[in-house]
């Protein structure tokens, strides 16, 4: 969920870039699962449920807040944010406590820590996340480390916490954050509109969010994918190919461990479109052919080894 979409936006990017305001617009009521919310008195959810081939069309073209149910892939849920900012202000701490490079794993940091992680690697503290994709577990252990820390949640992330335990998704369980089920991933988009850093989300931008986003749920949902892809990484690429993708890829501000790198390079080779491609070709011996590396992937998960 990081790196500039350079060639059309410079700050509408999949990589981190922090956010300190942002009004968060409150869950809009609607239809959706409302049973055990209307039983406790609490206001419905607008939930839709939809299959993944009409997610794309069945978003809205307002700056509305919007939760999807993916029927035909069990366990997969989109939010729809309001706008980047309203998207920045409920996730970036989330962000950087999972996948942000040079920042810690096992507390939450200041949104001000967070701005000068942005600015070492050319991040505006002004811009936000352009998308995201998380296990709802690894959501659940960043309020659960926040809860262990004595952390102030921001208005974004109580709103998120909010949201997602009346969507059902997470639940506090004997004084526990923790996730309805382990197969449970979440994605978010932000709404066309134009953020506070002037970055534009047009229609083929949200497009171009929302396919990358949807790779990472490949590669979560989908273990004999997975496994090709890391044996595409480990046995056909050289030493050098992988440093040079790892050095570029933390050079983004991604965290270089194998997790993130491997997952991420798939997102982009097989499923970011080539306009919004921030991988180049690195020449020289050391380098690399992002063409050719991506035919390699193609290939591999094609045609998965056991």
């Known amino acids: ?37 209307q039983e406790s008195g ?10 993944l081939a009409q997610l794309e069309a069945s978003l809205p073209e307002q700056p509305r807040l919007k939760l999807f149910e993916i029927t035909d892939q069990p366990g ?11 998207q920045g202000a ?13 920042m810690p794993r096992d507390r939450v ?14 991040e505006d503290p002004a811009g936000l996340t352009a998308g995201n994709n998380f296990s709802t577990a690894q959501i659940a252990n960043f309020f659960e ?11 974004g992330e109580r709103s998120l916490q909010d ?5 059902r998704l997470i639940r506090e369980e004997n004084g526990m954050w923790r996730a309805a089920s382990t197969r449970d991933f979440l994605i978010t988009i932000p709404a066309t509109g134009t953020g506070p850093a002037g970055e534009v989300i047009d229609p083929a931008v949200r497009a171009a969010i929302l396919s990358h986003e949807l790779g990472h749920w490949r590669y979560f949902s989908d273990p004999a994918y997975a496994h090709a892809c890391r044996t595409f990484w480990w046995h056909q690429l050289s030493y050098t190919e992988r440093a040079a993708l790892t050095q570029e890829l933390a050079g983004m501000g991604y965290d270089p461990s194998d997790r993130i790198v491997i997952d991420e390079l798939q997102a982009y080779l097989l499923h970011t479109p080539a306009l919004y491609m921030p991988l180049m070709d690195l020449p020289g011996a050391g380098g690399v052919d992002i063409a050719q590396v991506r035919r390699g992937l193609e290939q591999s998960v094609r045609n998965p080894q056991p």
């Not at 350079?6 to 809009?28: D, I, M, N, Y």
């Not at 609490?42 to 299959?51: G, T």
């Not at 970036?92 to 999972?98: D, E, K, Q, Y």
């Open 1 to 37: 969920m990081t790196a500039v979409f350079r060639r059309r936006v410079r700050a509408a990017s999949l990589v981190l870039a922090c956010v300190f305001c942002g009004a968060w617009v409150g869950v809009l009521p609607s239809a959706g699962v409302q049973g055990a919310q």
């Open 42 to 51: 609490e206001p419905a959810l607008a939930v839709q449920r939809v299959p």
């Open 76 to 86: 997969l849920y989109v939010m729809h944010a309001p706008s980047l900012a309203v």
């Open 90 to 102: 409920m996730f970036s701490r989330i962000v950087a406590l999972t996948e942000r490079r040079d």
């Open 109 to 122: 940091v200041t949104m001000n820590a967070v701005a000068v992680n942005a600015k070492r690697f050319g």
């Open 145 to 155: 480390v926040a809860r262990r820390q004595h952390v102030r949640l921001t208005d």
């Open 163 to 167: 949201t997602l335990v009346r969507w």
